[in-house]
């Protein structure tokens, strides 16, 4: 709790985005059609309608149609699709 505490005021104090010094998930989601993740921490599951990625707050999952993945990266995805939905499941860090 304390080290959450000091990173989010370190990237206040730096002018940085939190998700940048704390590795938590950026999620873009562009146009229905287009979903951005960075800082993941791997593919869990990949079908046409579902794809779901291990991320530091939990997993986060998104539904659709006609699902692809079209760039991967050990720290980023870009998906492409019919996007229905994006859902995250977390956990807590404490």
């Keep these: ?12 104090w730096l002018d940085l985005p939190e998700d940048l010094i704390t590795d938590l998930p950026k999620i873009e989601w562009v146009a229905c059609k287009t979903v951005k993740i960075e800082n993941h921490k791997g593919l869990l599951r990949y079908s046409d309608s579902s794809i779901s990625f291990h991320v530091k ?17 050990s720290e980023y995805a870009s998906l492409q699709g019919e996007i229905k939905d994006i859902q995250l499941k977390g956990h807590s860090d404490d």
């Design 1 to 12: 709790m304390v080290k959450k505490h000091w990173l989010s005021r370190a990237a206040d």
């Design 57 to 73: 707050s939990g997993v986060v999952t998104i539904t659709g149609e006609h699902m692809m993945i079209s760039s991967l990266t």
